[in-house]
């Protein structure tokens, strides 16, 4: 994991890892930690940092966006997405963007995904949607995640693309300002920790 000393924070990744055990990095070397050998507490019933579970019915994905955090009539981040969603802070504009996207490697393992992770890191630059800032291949739950971390305009955005089966794949996106990030880091590590996919 890293730290960027430019943004003087800590990663989400890092964030995440220490407080939660929710992701291990991936290597071709390494064999994947499971949900079963890291520790992972959950997310309760009542958890005061997260709204009510939403679920989409159509994708069979579900999510808790953070506490306060409204159901929006557009989804304004990157491509368009298949049975989006976007929850904003009315109060700030920080949101999370959800959808589900075509594609992806034929085969989901580290070396494939870490093929996909240049080409997607490549069209992220060519279509001049914020600075990166740092990437990484996760093994989050039961899913492969790539996060990317980028900066834009005075704003943090958490992009995680999830795998779980070829053929398609689930995009996160968090975006907040980045004097926010601290108070927000917990609710959003909350957030992904209950991400569920499919939920049937």
């Not at 709204?51 to 306060?68: D, H, N, T, V």
């Not at 034929?106 to 600075?131: A, H, N, V, W, Y």
């Not at 995009?171 to 209950?194: C, D, P, T, W």
Request: charged share 20%; glycine share 8%.
């Amino acid at each position: 994991m890293f730290i960027f000393h430019q943004l003087k924070i800590i990663t989400a990744a890092l964030l995440f890892s220490l407080a939660m055990g929710l992701f291990a990095p991936c290597g071709a070397d390494q064999v994947l930690r499971t949900i079963d050998t890291m520790g992972f507490r959950g997310v309760a019933e009542d958890d005061p940092l997260l709204g009510q579970k939403f679920l989409q019915k159509e994708a069979f994905y579900s999510i808790r966006p953070p506490a306060e955090w409204k159901l929006s009539p557009q989804v304004i981040f990157g491509k368009p997405l298949l049975y989006a969603s976007q929850f904003e802070n009315p109060k700030t504009g920080d949101f999370l963007s959800i959808g589900m996207l075509k594609g992806g490697p034929p085969i989901i393992s580290i070396e494939t995904l870490s093929r996909f992770r240049g080409d997607f890191l490549s069209t992220l630059r060519k279509q001049g949607l914020g600075q990166i800032v740092g990437s990484d291949l996760f093994h989050f739950s039961h899913y492969t995640c790539l996060q990317i971390m980028a900066k834009d305009r005075g704003r943090l955005v958490l992009q995680l693309l999830i795998f779980d089966q070829p053929g398609t794949f689930i995009q996160l996106v968090f975006s907040m300002g980045k004097n926010r990030y601290h108070g927000l880091a917990r609710a959003v590590e909350a957030s992904i920790a209950s991400f569920e996919w499919p939920n049937l």
